[in-house]
């Protein structure tokens, strides 16, 4: 349904144009660009209310977001806008939108590449997928390896989608490659910049137990976590050795989990910046990363009773025996102490601990 477009120099006119909101079939844009109002019949209209002159297009979208995304994005976006605005003004107020797609770059061409879904009952993965961000083809995915159609791929490859989570989505790259970009645009598309305060979806196994992953280090991740939305996100990734940031400072529950368990080839953890920790958020991160051999934790206090809760029984375990742990100045080490099994710290034995200081 295209919608009627109504321009105002100014959002007081448009505020006294509607005094009780955009109607459903109306987008309104201030002349600048500045703001764009749009009726809440683009996100859930249960309740006939219509977002209002005072709403900036980070609320709207905000509000989108909390009542329903796939109708908010699909509906509030995609629709009417064609009246002279592009897209990017539109959505952005103004501004042009985010183009740092999601990307996969393989180290020599392949006629193989594929997507492909390990859950058959999984219908929603919608994405899509470019060589110059310009032009895009849709991608038909299917439930198994062999009955997905093949993409030639002898550069970088982006990706978008728009989707509530990668559920059981994966590909097959038969070659060492690189992975980039930033992580959101697989969720929200070119306008995953609107979405940095929302909770991150839930990764899944999208990229677990790729064992040609070599370097991640160009992924940019969320900084605002939902519960066990990075959980085991490289699991078993036995050639990576360049891993992305964490840049989260307030964690979820699981939201680390095994994330790089297996990673053998892995000898430097990404800093964990987070002061407190919270029940499973690091647990079995490093479990099985056999060549690791720096960690630096910044934390100072846990939310729950103890090391183990949060780290999970043995998290060091089966990495190097020797390294080098670095700890918050304020830390004591005693806060490292195994409160499961008494045996002393969960830091290796072999390793030199010390206090962390910023470069």
Request: net charge negative.
């Amino acid at each position: 349904m295209s919608k009627n477009t109504k321009y105002f120099d100014t959002i007081e006119e448009a505020r006294q144009y509607f005094p009780d909101g955009v109607p459903s079939n109306v987008i309104a844009i201030v002349g600048d660009g500045s703001q764009v109002l749009v009726s809440s019949d683009n996100a859930v209209n249960a309740n006939q209310q219509y977002y209002n002159a005072d709403l900036t297009n980070d609320e709207i979208v905000n509000t989108m977001v909390q009542d329903s995304y796939d109708e908010g994005h699909s509906d509030g976006y995609a629709e009417g806008y064609d009246e002279g605005y592009t897209e990017g003004e539109a959505a952005g107020g103004g501004s042009d939108l985010e183009d740092n797609y999601f990307w996969i770059n393989p180290s020599q061409p392949i006629n193989n590449f594929k997507f492909y879904l390990s859950d058959s009952t999984d219908t929603s993965i919608d994405i899509s997928y470019s060589f110059d961000k310009i032009n895009w083809t849709d991608i038909t995915v299917y439930t198994n390896q062999h009955g997905n159609s093949n993409i030639s791929v002898s550069s970088k490859i982006y990706v978008k989608g728009y989707n509530s989570t990668l559920k059981s989505l994966h590909f097959n790259c038969q070659t060492n490659f690189n992975v980039g970009g930033n992580i959101l645009s697989l969720f929200y598309g070119e306008y995953y910049s609107k979405f940095l305060n929302v909770p991150t979806p839930y990764i899944g196994s999208f990229l677990s137990h790729q064992q040609k992953l070599v370097d991640a280090s160009e992924l940019i991740l969320s900084a605002n976590l939902s519960v066990g939305c990075y959980q085991s996100m490289f699991s078993g990734c036995t050639l990576l050795t360049a891993i992305p940031l964490l840049p989260a400072t307030t964690l979820t529950d699981s939201c680390y989990n095994e994330m790089f368990q297996g990673c053998t080839s892995l000898t430097t953890a990404p800093i964990l910046p987070a002061t407190t920790l919270v029940n499973g958020c690091y647990a079995n991160m490093f479990v099985n990363c056999t060549s690791l051999n720096t960690i630096t934790c910044l934390a100072t206090q846990y939310n729950e009773s103890g090391a183990n809760e949060c780290f999970g029984e043995n998290p060091f375990e089966t990495i190097a025996q020797t390294g080098t742990f670095y700890k918050n100045q304020n830390t004591d080490i005693s806060f490292f102490d195994n409160n499961w099994s008494g045996e002393g710290s969960i830091i290796p034995s072999g390793w030199t601990i010390q206090d962390y200081v910023a470069a």
